[in-house]
């Protein structure tokens, strides 16, 4: 097999373990890469491959492990279908949904009871397409400790596009830095740019509405952004509200340990030892809940008007729902005249207390921390070296 072929099946593969299905892999090699196949071919090409949908299913026992360990963290919180997610694409494991519920339902009654008894309200939604419009909000449910989040998710397709843990959410150059980066890294800007109120949004809505002065259609300029209240934000505040459910109440609740047990008091200098140590193992699991996320399909809902579906294939494939791609082409040379795109975000702050806690690191030969367990016991170690 010559280099051109292994890279091409490591492609299909990447797709296939993604579970998508033959015909949107097949749409995904043509639109994306410009590779014409058909799904005859394609299957043909994974069966010698070896992958196959429903063979060679990973041992049970393997696949209870598995559950036990994403149950010790922020995995508890998760449904049964999340849970499969999690088993296929992070673990590679081979397993049926069925088999995770019930599962789940013996390693985790509780949390399954808990889940089975919630309700939702949904109200109707309305967007032409990908990028016709970007709903952007902070997430303040950490800031009691020293940690901000700031998201941003695509009406149409409910895609993620930013979720940053960073020094400040109420830092208007730190929004708009989220903001460049992310226009830079997909190449068009939004048509349209919802936030709420606060003054940290004012940098980011003025890029917004610099970028769209050369357009001619109807939301150009200064009709690009607009303003309103959180509630109206739904589709960022509903995203918050699973957030919640499956993600930060774990780590809300770990660090309320912290502060229950008095190892945390609220003090900048807490604050700072806490970044220090868990802002990189708390990015790498938003990082993980934001790639799960835009890989599950979300089930269609007859009052909405956008289609059901999974949040990678809207966003990237939008004739396959009758719709298009809204955003506009925007080239790196019109992002670099703004100062955000090429300042450097000091996540500390504080760089005195940096340097004194990565000295400590170094001198004590610390190891830097992995996951949640290793973060809180270079957590306590440091705050006694500190005397805090």
Known sequence: MDAESESLLEI??????????????VDMLSTIHGIGMSVRTLKTCLKEAGFFRRRNYSPIFEVRRAILTELDGPGQLFGYRTMWQVLQ?????????????????QLSP????????RRFTRRTYHSMGPNYIWHVDGYDKLKPFGLALSG????????????????????????????????RTIGVVPMRLRTDLGTENGTMAA?????????????????????????????IESWWSFFRRG????????????????????????????????????QKDLDECVDLWNKHRIRPSRPASCPGGIPNELYLLPHRFGSRDCGLFVEDAELDVFPEARQEIDFYSDADIEEYLQQAVEQNRLQQPQDWRTASDLYTTLKQIAGL
């Open 12 to 25: 299909i593969q990447q797709y296939f373990h993604a579970g998508h299905t033959y015909d949107v892999i």
């Open 89 to 105: 694409q992070k673990l590679g494991l081979r397993v049926k949904r069925d088999v995770v519920m019930r599962l789940l339902r």
């Open 110 to 117: 509780q949390r399954t009871a808990l889940r089975r008894r």
């Open 152 to 183: 941003c998710i695509d009406g149409f397709s409910r895609r993620i596009m930013w979720l940053v843990c960073g020094p400040s959410n109420n830092n208007p150059s730190v929004i708009a830095h989220n903001y460049i980066n992310c226009v």
């Open 207 to 235: 890029i917004q509405c610099t970028l769209r002065h050369g357009h001619t259609d109807y939301y150009a300029g200064l009709s690009s952004h607009s303003y309103g209240s959180s509630t109206g934000n739904q589709r």
């Open 247 to 282: 993600r930060s109440q774990f780590w809300m609740d770990l660090f309320g340990d912290l502060r229950d047990s008095g190892f945390f008091n609220g003090s900048h200098e807490h604050q700072c030892l806490l970044r220090f140590c868990f802002s990189k193992v708390l």
